[in-house]
Structure formats: structure tokens, C-alpha cells
């Protein structure tokens, strides 16, 4: 680990070991840690592209818009794989399954960022389950854990609010959500931020910058599950897909700045 890096902020009262980080140092993305989040639904979404994100060579992890003939397109890394993210191939309704590159479950989760100043995204750190949904099970089946968002529709400058959610039995009908929960982010020296997640068995116990912001004993998640760090540009989720009129306004580069993610098992005394 470079020793540049801050430190993590962790839960006290708990001893704690590191099992799995990317600092992103160096220039180039780790491809044994991530894969490009590329479909939603079993579909091409036409917005996310492998292109949107690099490394400055100062540990820090760049996630850019980029504008190509009036359309915004943006990068979302992922550890694993939804199934309900597999497109068809052929006459078969769902490709083959990919091999996960990280799966865990349970301990702390944490993301040191910066969150970019103009509104017309969305970024996050989440956890996500390979199989949300594919039974009336949560606890076996997965809960997807936003451990930050935030969103360009607050009423205030995007990069001083975030919020936690929890989303379980899929995405349709039978969809259950623990609520948005917005939490006011305090200045920092350097305007990066820690965010984290504590997972046990007993439920979520959400953290920025060392203070607790969320409890949560809604449906919990006992399986195990991937890391997702992600930007998305507003406006192509429906039907008339087109940029939202802040992308139109936005100036660039404004990028969302990623410093580390970290994940810790939880050590018995």
C-alpha cells in the first residue's frame, strides 16, 4: 500500500484487518481487481464506456463525463457481475455467467472520494448482489447497499449532500427499498471524504468521515456480494433517452476523484 494514502477511518470498538484495497496507483486500472459495468437490464446501455476513467499517476482514480456529438457518457467498475446485467446472445436470452474478480461478504467497506462540483450526474460506491432478486429470499438472494450516492435533482450543489439506501427483491414489482437517507456532508481540508459501511449479521451501520449517519436493520444481506464504484450521466433512463439539461451546461473536466477503496474483516478478539 502506498504510504501517501490517508488512513482509513474505521469503526472503533472493533479490531479489524485489511483482505481486499485498490489504491490505484500507478497509471493503469488494475483489470485483475475491475470490469467495466457495460449493460443494465440484459441490455446495451449506450452511456457507459470503458473510456471514461484513468489514473493520474498520483494514486488518485479519475472518473470523467465525456461529450461526443451532444451525448454524455461515463464508467462504472465493478468487482462481479448482475445477472440480471448479462445481455442475450443469440437465441439465448441471458449470456454465459463471468468468473467474479472479488466477492465478499460482511466487514467494513470503505471509499476515500471527491465528489465533482456540477450537477448532471450521479456517483456512488455500492455493494451489489450477483443474484438480487432471483428469490422471495433477500437474506439469501442479496441487498443492494448504497453506501453513497449523490444525486443531481437535490436542491442544493451535488457535492454537499449524499445519501445511503438499501434496495432489495429485485428491480420490478416486487421491489423493497429502506428509503433514501440524506446525510449534509461537513467541509473537509481537501474536499475528498470517507464513506463507509459496516456489514455484520446484525445489519448496516453507515459512516462518513468517521461518524455514524445511518443504521439500518432492514433485510440483511447473507450472501456474498461485489463492489461497484460508479458515475451516470442523467437523462437516459427513459424511453426518450437524452442528456438532462445540466449535462448541457456542464463545464469540463469536472471529474469524480477516487483516492482508495479498502474492504476489512472484522478480527475476534
Request: charge should be negative; proline fraction near 5%.
Amino acid at each position: 500500500m502506498n504510504l501517501n494514502h490517508a488512513e482509513s477511518i474505521l469503526p472503533k470498538g472493533k479490531k479489524w484487518k485489511l483482505v481486499w484495497h485498490d489504491e490505484f496507483d500507478g497509471t493503469e486500472l488494475d483489470l485483475s481487481k475491475w470490469s467495466f459495468r457495460r449493460h443494465l437490464l440484459h441490455r446495451r446501455f449506450e452511456t457507459y464506456t470503458d473510456r471514461a476513467v484513468w489514473l493520474d499517476g498520483n494514486s488518485i482514480a479519475h472518473f470523467q463525463v465525456l461529450e461526443k456529438d451532444g451525448h454524455y457518457f461515463s464508467s462504472q467498475l465493478q468487482t462481479g457481475e448482475n445477472y440480471l446485467d448479462r445481455p442475450g446472445e443469440g437465441e439465448w436470452p441471458v449470456a454465459p455467467f463471468s468468473a467474479p474478480k472479488f466477492l465478499h461478504k460482511y466487514g467494513y467497506y470503505e471509499c476515500r472520494c471527491k465528489l465533482p462540483v456540477q450537477t448532471g450526474r450521479w456517483c456512488a460506491f455500492w455493494l451489489q448482489s450477483p443474484v438480487i432478486g432471483s428469490s422471495p429470499c433477500p437474506e439469501k438472494s442479496g441487498v443492494e447497499i448504497d453506501v453513497m450516492e449523490t444525486f443531481s435533482d437535490y436542491n442544493v450543489i451535488s457535492n454537499t449532500v449524499i445519501s445511503h439506501n438499501t434496495h432489495w427483491n429485485g428491480y420490478g414489482a416486487d421491489h423493497c427499498s429502506g428509503g433514501l437517507h440524506a446525510y449534509r456532508l461537513k467541509p473537509s481540508a481537501d474536499g475528498f471524504h470517507h464513506f463507509g459501511v459496516d456489514w455484520s449479521r446484525s445489519g448496516y451501520v453507515f459512516y462518513v468521515d468517521g461518524e455514524v449517519s445511518w443504521i439500518s436493520d432492514d433485510p440483511v444481506s447473507d450472501t456474498e456480494q461485489f463492489l461497484v464504484i460508479s458515475t451516470e450521466c442523467d437523462g437516459y433512463r427513459g424511453k426518450d433517452a437524452k442528456p438532462a439539461e445540466a449535462l448541457k451546461q456542464i463545464r469540463l473536466p469536472d471529474d469524480f476523484l477516487v483516492d482508495f477503496i479498502r474492504v476489512y474483516d472484522e478480527v475476534p478478539e
